[in-house]
């Protein structure tokens, strides 16, 4: 069978008042004696831990005014010599071998009292220690009492008569029992609240049930809470929109970026430039923009790009191709990075392929509509680049070397909805796809370069 807590106490105290009704009528005095002395260290050792208990909830809260009410809580019993709060500290041995615990007296009452931390009990005193353990400072609180009154009292006992013992003992024992149920039952309950919210619970509430002390530290305790929940809240809304507020820049950020590049900037504050033995370059341009972007308004203009580069993006997507950036009327992709494959050449002859059966279906549905129509180029070469960040503001993802001029240039010399490969990548994907020679021709500062049209999947 489980106890309450108030049964305990009760059966406690019937069993202390029948033990004493017997030592009364046998050996008294002698064992009045020794439970007199245990009670008075009990009853030290619960001021300590008290004062040590409100000493840790004010440091706790950095409330020094706390500090010195808890202090005052045993202040003013005659029986005090003094209260002292002891800081320890950890110290290496000057071999550096082992370690000891160092004590220093931080705040003595009264004052005048001269403290030896190491202080142990004798027939005077009886001194009492209560840890306490806080961020801001690790410690004890020490109190020693006098025993003269505890010594004149038994002295009494030994010369008065059973009866006279005996009700002595019993309204001592009352008023005892009361003393100690005012005093546990509020800080049991501020421990209990406080073991709560130390595992999370900030929805705590210590009723406040007397006008001292112990009350204000109750009063203390809830404001602490209260205080809690409130910021943790705070905390918890800040959270949610730092996290939107993230996934929203990262969002930004793998737009400009590739995934790769992306991650490496937030994990290091810098993305290195790699070199890739292998790619495939992508270009593709209108055929006389110029020209027709001057027949059109902005808004149309700008509009008609969107829906073009916007199919380009669709596709590209689907064979894992990055974009590099466009200029003008001038889309530029590259398959094998950043991260590198074996299978780009064939993904950027598929793609470009399905960016020209775009093109033209877009032209079919345009001329249909009487609307002015584009004409695409495109041009591809496969070999090695060089790929990186540039630039400190709006900085973007690009690639350098000869592979990019020469996709530019096998661009240029493509001709309306026609797809120019180099020789190189036609060497790659040769049995794959009908190509046409187009032989050798003559290219800005290349010289003459074998040329290739694609026609379409064998």
Same mark, same amino acid.
């Given at each position: 069978?489980?106890?309450?807590?108030?049964?305990?106490?009760?059966?406690?105290? *019937?069993?202390?008042?029948?033990?004493?009704?017997?030592?009364?009528?046998?050996?008294?005095? @002698? !064992?009045?004696?020794?439970?007199?002395?245990?009670?008075?260290? &009990?009853?030290?050792?619960?001021?300590?831990?008290?004062?040590?208990?409100?000493?840790?909830?004010?440091?706790? #809260?950095?409330?020094?005014?706390?500090?010195?009410?808890?202090?005052?809580?045993?202040?003013?019993?005659?029986? *005090?010599?003094?209260?002292?709060?002891?800081?320890?500290?950890?110290?290496?041995? #000057?071999?550096?071998?082992?370690?000891?615990? $160092?004590?220093?007296?931080?705040?003595?009452?009264?004052?005048?009292?001269?403290?030896?931390?190491?202080?142990?009990?004798?027939?005077?005193?009886?001194?009492? %220690?209560?840890?306490?353990?806080?961020?801001?400072?690790?410690? #004890?609180?020490?109190?020693?009492?006098?025993?003269? $009154?505890?010594?004149?009292?038994?002295n009494e006992i030994r010369l008065a008569s059973a009866i006279a013992s005996l009700i002595v003992f019993i309204v001592g024992l009352f008023f005892g029992y009361r003393?100690? !149920?005012?005093?546990?039952?509020?800080?049991?309950?501020?421990?209990?609240?406080?073991?709560?919210?130390?595992?999370?619970?900030?929805?705590?509430?210590?009723?406040?049930?007397?006008?001292?002390?112990?009350?204000?530290?109750?009063?203390?305790?809830?404001?602490?809470?209260?205080?809690?929940?409130?910021? %943790?809240?705070?905390?918890?809304? %800040?959270?949610?929109?730092?996290?939107?507020?993230?996934?929203?820049?990262?969002?930004?950020?793998?737009?400009?970026?590739?995934?790769?590049?992306?991650?490496?900037?937030?994990?290091?504050?810098?993305?290195?430039? %790699?070199?890739?033995?292998?790619?495939?370059?992508?270009?593709?341009?209108?055929?006389?923009?110029?020209?027709? /972007?001057?027949?059109?308004?902005?808004?149309?203009?700008? &509009?008609?790009?969107?829906?073009?580069?916007?199919?380009?993006?669709?596709?590209?997507?689907?064979?894992?191709?990055?974009?590099?950036?466009?200029?003008?009327?001038?889309?530029?992709?590259?398959?094998?990075?950043?991260? @590198?494959?074996?299978?780009?050449?064939?993904?950027?002859?598929?793609?470009?392929?399905?960016?020209?059966?775009?093109?033209?279906?877009?032209?079919?549905?345009?001329?249909?509509?009487?609307?002015?129509?584009?004409?695409?180029?495109?041009?591809?070469?496969?070999?090695?680049?060089?790929?990186?960040?540039?630039?400190?503001?709006?900085?973007?993802?690009?690639?350098?070397?000869?592979?990019?001029?020469?996709?530019?240039?096998?661009?240029?010399?493509?001709? @309306?909805?026609?797809?120019?490969?180099? #020789?190189?990548?036609?060497?790659?994907?040769?049995?794959?796809?009908?190509?046409?020679?187009?032989?050798?021709? /003559?290219?800005?500062?290349?010289?003459?370069?074998?040329?290739?049209?694609?026609?379409?999947?064998?």
């Amino acid at each position: 069978m489980i106890l309450s807590v108030k049964s305990k106490i009760l059966l406690t105290v *019937l069993s202390v008042v029948l033990m004493f009704a017997l030592f009364i009528l046998f050996y008294y005095p @002698a !064992r009045q004696q020794q439970y007199r002395l245990e009670s008075y260290n &009990k009853e030290i050792q619960n001021f300590a831990n008290t004062v040590a208990l409100g000493v840790k909830i004010a440091l706790t #809260e950095s409330n020094f005014e706390g500090v010195e009410m808890a202090l005052n809580f045993v202040r003013d019993d005659s029986r *005090l010599e003094f209260v002292s709060l002891i800081t320890t500290d950890t110290i290496w041995e #000057e071999n550096h071998i082992k370690f000891r615990i $160092e004590k220093t007296v931080f705040k003595t009452y009264p004052d005048s009292v001269l403290v030896d931390p190491y202080a142990i009990s004798n027939e005077h005193f009886i001194n009492k %220690r209560s840890p306490f353990f806080t961020p801001m400072m690790n410690g #004890e609180i020490m109190l020693s009492f006098s025993t003269t $009154e505890i010594v004149k009292a038994l002295n009494e006992i030994r010369l008065a008569s059973a009866i006279a013992s005996l009700i002595v003992f019993i309204v001592g024992l009352f008023f005892g029992y009361r003393l100690a !149920r005012n005093i546990s039952i509020p800080v049991l309950a501020l421990r209990d609240a406080a073991n709560k919210v130390g595992e999370g619970d900030l929805t705590q509430f210590v009723i406040r049930k007397s006008h001292d002390e112990i009350g204000d530290l109750g009063d203390a305790f809830n404001k602490m809470v209260k205080d809690l929940f409130t910021a %943790r809240e705070e905390i918890d809304q %800040r959270t949610i929109e730092l996290k939107k507020e993230k996934q929203k820049s990262d969002e930004l950020l793998l737009n400009i970026l590739p995934s790769e590049t992306a991650e490496e900037l937030k994990r290091t504050g810098e993305a290195k430039a %790699r070199h890739y033995e292998s790619v495939t370059v992508i270009f593709t341009d209108f055929i006389d923009f110029t020209a027709i /972007s001057e027949k059109m308004s902005p808004e149309k203009l700008v &509009k008609e790009l969107h829906h073009c580069f916007s199919g380009f993006d669709n596709i590209i997507e689907k064979y894992n191709i990055e974009k590099i950036k466009t200029i003008g009327d001038s889309y530029m992709c590259a398959a094998g990075l950043p991260v @590198a494959n074996s299978t780009h050449p064939i993904d950027a002859v598929n793609a470009a392929i399905e960016i020209r059966e775009f093109m033209l279906q877009y032209k079919k549905e345009k001329k249909a509509k009487g609307e002015i129509t584009f004409d695409l180029r495109i041009g591809i070469h496969s070999g090695s680049v060089v790929a990186g960040i540039v630039g400190i503001n709006k900085f973007a993802y690009d690639i350098w070397g000869s592979t990019v001029n020469l996709a530019s240039r096998l661009e240029g010399s493509s001709e @309306a909805n026609k797809i120019n490969i180099s #020789e190189t990548l036609y060497k790659i994907i040769k049995n794959k796809y009908n190509c046409e020679a187009r032989g050798k021709l /003559s290219v800005k500062g290349l010289g003459e370069i074998s040329m290739y049209y694609i026609k379409g999947i064998k």
